[in-house]
């Protein structure tokens, strides 16, 4: 994937179970800096990525 929007329509599409999380909203590390909403944040090769779920703070 290029990007993190293009990551999530590819995660829910071979894994549809995701999508409902996608939805809610999920925060992306990329190489340990944490996004949030910036879906157009281009993904580098080779790149350490994890899918965080969102947390209500308080």
Same mark, same amino acid.
């Given at each position: #994937? +290029?990007?993190?929007? %293009?990551?999530?329509? =590819?995660?829910?599409?071979?894994?549809?179970?995701? %999508? /409902? !999380?996608?939805? =809610? &909203?999920? #925060?992306?590390?990329?190489?340990? $800096?944490?996004?949030?909403? $910036? !879906?157009? +944040? =281009?993904?580098? %090769?080779? #790149? %350490?990525?994890?899918?965080? /779920?969102?947390?209500?703070? &308080?």
């Amino acid at each position: #994937a +290029k990007d993190i929007r %293009e990551l999530f329509r =590819k995660l829910a599409e071979q894994y549809p179970g995701l %999508e /409902p !999380w996608i939805d =809610k &909203g999920i #925060a992306v590390a990329i190489d340990g $800096t944490i996004y949030r909403d $910036t !879906w157009s +944040k =281009k993904l580098p %090769e080779g #790149a %350490e990525i994890f899918l965080l /779920p969102r947390l209500a703070g &308080g």
